[in-house]
């Protein structure tokens, strides 16, 4: 064995083949007994020959008597302790850092102490030096000092927990080489002065010149801003040429005026109430977003987006991520490409929320996934060490705020905000961690909050003490600046010219404000849609078509379809050459055939949507022996824009969120999620709420994303029928918004179409099928694909209108129970008009299709949805208005469950409703019907 046998890392195992051989040395292998019976020290691993300094459990003398083993065994004894003390401080250094800023002690670890492992500090001495050559210092005291330096400072790191040792072992080389602590200049020290000095004299300039205004101040982390820079400028060296960033409220308008350019004048107007003329209702100025172009220190310009955010503090962090994956992908030709380093994402996030809200775990469980991933996001938690009023013991099960990150193999790095260098050398640290492996990192910037929740609310009610100790505190600024004066950087007095410079500029910027005020005009959009929308070609050239579904039905040779699922792809094959129907999910993938080809991308992701919850899907074919994977629709020749599909984890609230982002920076994709079923989208519906339906009005923020929600009852309960229309018909207004419930794959095809072609960006939701997925009555001809488009409102053409006692208008899948239980009735003066599109309301379409039946027709609404929800709701107001005609409600009555739990009530309440509508009233025709 060589002379280094031994360290500090197998110390604790050779002791114990060691005194296995000192009971019994035939029980160990003769290479170890050749070794321990050896006469010569060094082949104890070079134990030293000094004598040793103290006792306890350390060694009398290291010199090895002749024939003696026992001061080699205490050696060994020494070295496992040694050993064991590294890496306690590696696993626990964090807990004895000095990390906030206000002074509390950390709690330290008792693995950190020598005791705890045997040995006292004087008996550390007795670790032979050779032990410890690979760490720095003569001595293991000498080491300890280092350990404490290194890992009990200002920045606490946790590594250890990572599964991917490559990860470990590079986090620890570049913490303990120092590689990220780089030193400033004079001139790099005075201009970090310079930049805190600008962002606590704008906190400082509205808290006095607009007393008690809400701005949420940064004050108690102003490094954030300073640590963004740092951020910024590693991305370009590594070669973004994008940073786009999620946060909440707290220093939002600090982050706009410094990071990402908002003129002074601009944020000083809106505290005049100077708004500008957009359209929409706006919001609050600390919700607001905005894209910059920052100028690095190299020379090379970099696009910065700051994404607007409403109060809902997380929620961000999902649509950032979404705003990333399309910002770095390339959707120009028919293979999609991606570039992880063109575009980094960087979410700032609360103490309190972090740990929190469901959402930031449901994001984090993006981060590695193929459909999701983005190379990476560096996360800086805010820490405030409060969240409004309560104290973190009150609102977390976990020592730290960042916790939860720990449970997706995420590296953490706590830092004290009143530390400038020690911020700056986290970021590097997180940077160059991202450049490596492209992950996660988060900081936790431990600082404070220097006046309450918001400016108007006073904090010493809740916390008395915190904020005793605050206000006596001086702030970062001061704290750097003073260091600053003591090491000869800046001279006397400097600290105070710089400080009144930066706020003289910004009394100057709210004098021009003043003198040049503006007012803002209210914007309205009109409920109808515009005459492009019902212009819009949809229609497609049967040709292709047929040649289209030739590809879609073919695979590579060899490939071995699934043979019940090969049989049920072979008669679909054979609809165009049968002159047979279509059915659902063959004019859905037709569809996005035909958007392929003509240059359009598409982007499906949801919950099992490769196969689709039905089993009615099937775009990725599976090889029945090999598993390999084929997507014919991926494949076609005339494409010129990529497909992807993927299915999503099982969360609706980050995978929405994230969907929502990419459809806003990628305008002309075609965008679409699908639940498993309609009602698990209220999971997302924070999302729905405050970005999807309101982001228009409030932030100008626009998109066409598609939510595809499974929709009908039949009988399977309260979960499974319901995807909650009335909520998206409360939601819409303003054409903020489509929600479609179609009844025929035609009408499916060219909403697809329409949606993906419309110039007018919207969300569409679309109430999609379950059972009429195989109906043998909801099918369609080629021909309404390749001649027809999609309409509004479909008349029934199957009754005359002289004929005519009333009119049922209706919505989805009821329309075909209410044509059966027409047919079972032998009615022929019942006409059945369906209402594909439920928002915009249809009223030009549906007076033309009303005008035949004349004024004194009975007109009657029927929904299988209880009274209190469905389209009723909407539809009847509406209706009223748009046609002066009343309109009588025919439907289950008001409930608190959507939907009987058992498929006999179902069935029994459907054929009620059904067989109700189609039995006009005995007396001849007229305008009013009694409300039912």
């Known amino acids: ?67 003696g083993t026992e001061p080699n065994l205490l050696q060994l004894r020494a070295a496992r302790a040694a050993g064991e003390l590294v890496d306690a401080y590696r696993l ?77 072992e590079w986090l620890r080389e570049q913490i303990e080489s120092n590689a990220h602590r780089q030193p400033l200049s004079a001139d790099e ?118 994404a607007p955010n409403p109060s809902h503090l997380e929620f961000v962090h999902a649509v950032i991520e979404g705003v990333t994956r399309a910002k770095q992908s390339d959707r120009s030709t028919a293979t999609l490409t991606q570039d992880e380093n063109l575009v980094v994402p960087v979410i700032i996030h609360g103490d309190a929320a972090f740990s929190g809200q469901g959402v930031v775990p449901e994001t984090l469980n993006l981060s ?51 530390d400038p260098e020690a911020c700056l050398a986290v970021i590097r640290l997180a940077m160059m961690f991202r450049e490596q492996f492209h992950d996660d990192a988060v900081i936790d910037l431990i600082g404070y909050r220097r006046f309450g929740h918001n400016e108007s609310d006073e904090p010493a009610y809740t916390q008395p003490v915190l904020y005793r100790r605050i206000a006596e505190h001086p702030t970062v ?80 040779d060899g490939f071995k379809v699934h043979p019940k699922l090969a049989r049920q792809l072979d008669r679909r094959s054979k609809v165009f050459g049968d002159d047979g129907n279509v059915d659902w999910a063959h004019a859905e993938v037709l569809a996005f055939a035909t958007l392929l080809a003509d240059g359009i991308p598409i982007r499906l992701t949801g919950q099992d949507t490769e196969r689709g919850t039905f089993s009615q899907r099937h775009l990725v074919l599976h090889d029945a022996e090999t598993d390999a994977r084929h997507t014919p629709v991926a494949s076609l020749k005339q494409a010129r824009a990529p497909f992807e599909v993927h299915n999503s984890p099982l969360s609706e609230l980050a995978v929405v969120g994230f969907e929502y982002g990419f459809s806003v920076v990628a305008p002309r994709a075609l965008v679409l999620w699908e639940a498993q079923f309609g ?92 059972s009429l997925l195989r109906h043998p009555r909801a099918t369609s001809s080629v021909a309404e694909l390749s001649e027809g488009r999609f309409q509004r409102v479909i008349s029934d053409d199957t009754v005359a209108p002289e004929k005519t006692r009333r009119v049922v208008l209706c919505t989805g899948k009821i329309y075909y ?28 379409d549906l007076a033309g299709v009303l005008e035949p039946y004349g004024e004194d027709v009975e007109c009657v609404w029927a929904q299988e949805e209880p009274q209190n929800m469905g389209a009723w709701f909407y539809v009847e107001p509406c209706f009223r208005e748009h046609t002066g005609r009343d309109l009588a409600y025919i439907g289950r009555p008001r409930r608190a469950s959507p939907a009987e739990g058992y498929a006999d009530v179902h069935e029994k309440e459907q054929k009620r409703v059904t067989g109700e509508a189609v039995r006009p009233a005995a007396k001849s025709r007229k305008k009013t019907a009694k409300r039912r």
Not at 230 to 239: H, K, S, Y
Not at 254 to 280: D, R, W
Not at 389 to 399: F, G, H, I, Q
């Open 368 to 418: 590695r996934l193929r459909g999701y991933r983005t190379g990476g996001t560096l996360h800086i938690i805010a820490n405030n060490q409060v969240g409004f009023t309560t104290n973190p013991s009150e609102a977390r099960s976990t020592d730290y705020a960042s916790d939860v990150a720990r449970g997706f193999d995420i590296p953490v790095f706590h830092v004290n905000a009143d």
């Open 1 to 67: 064995m060589s002379r280094n046998v031994f360290d500090t890392y197998n110390a604790a195992y050779v002791q114990a083949v060691y005194e296995q051989y000192l009971q019994n040395p035939a029980s160990v292998d003769e290479t170890w007994r050749r070794l321990f019976a050896s006469d010569t020290s060094g082949l104890l691993g070079g134990f030293g020959t000094g004598p040793a300094v103290g006792g306890g459990n350390g060694a009398a003398a290291v010199t090895r008597p002749e024939g």
């Open 477 to 556: 600024r001061r704290i750097w600046g003073e260091r600053l004066a003591i090491e000869g950087v800046t001279g006397g007095g400097e600290l105070d010219a710089i400080w009144q410079q930066a706020y003289d500029h910004l009394v100057a910027e709210q004098a021009k404000v003043k003198n040049g005020e503006e007012s803002h005009v209210e914007h309205h959009e009109p409920e109808e849609e515009s005459a492009s929308a019902l212009q819009l070609d949809t229609h497609v050239d049967a040709d292709l078509l047929v040649d289209l579904d030739r590809q879609l039905h073919t695979w590579p």
């Open 92 to 168: 626990h250094g964090h807990r004895a850092a000095h990390l906030d800023p206000l002074g509390t002690p950390p709690p330290g670890h008792p693995m950190l102490e020598p005791e705890f492992h045997g040995i006292t500090l004087d008996g550390l001495s007795t670790v032979p030096s050779a032990l410890i050559d690979d760490l720095p210092g003569d001595t293991m005291t000498e080491v300890l000092t280092w350990l404490k330096d290194t890992y009990t400072g200002p920045i606490g790191y946790e590594y250890e927990h990572l599964e991917d040792p490559k990860q470990r």
């Open 679 to 770: 009602d698990f989208v209220n999971g997302a519906q924070v999302i729905i709420d405050q970005f999807m339906t309101a982001g228009r009005a409030k932030w100008q923020q626009e998109s066409r994303m598609v939510m595809l929600l499974p929709h009908g009852h039949e009988g399977q309960g309260p979960e499974h029928s319901s995807a909650r229309p009335e909520r998206f018909l409360q939601l819409a207004a303003e054409k903020n918004i489509r929600v479609a419930n179609c009844t025929t794959p035609a009408q499916y095809f060219h909403l697809l179409r329409r949606q993906a072609l419309y110039q007018e960006r919207r969300p569409l939701i679309v109430m999609t099928p379950k």
């Open 189 to 306: 020290k005075k201009r970090l002065l310079g930049r805190l000095t600008e962002v606590e004299a704008l906190e400082q300039f509205v808290h006095r010149a607009y007393l008690g205004a809400k701005r949420f101040s940064i004050e108690g982390t102003d490094m954030m801003v300073p640590m963004l820079d740092l951020a910024i400028e590693r991305a370009a060296v590594a070669g973004a040429r994008e940073v786009a960033i999620g946060m909440a409220h707290r220093g939002r308008l600090n982050v706009l005026a410094h990071v990402l350019g908002m003129p002074y004048s601009a944020l000083i107007a809106k505290f005049e109430g100077i708004h500008a003329q957009t359209a929409g209702t706006g919001d609050v100025k600390y919700h607001l977003g905005a894209e910059g172009t920052y100028a690095t220190r190299t020379g090379e310009p970099l696009t910065v987006m700051l």
């Open 817 to 844: 129970d209410l044509l059966a239980a027409r047919e079972a009735a032998g009615t022929d003066d019942v006409a059945i008009v369906r209402m594909e599109l439920l928002y915009p309301f249809p009223a030009i």
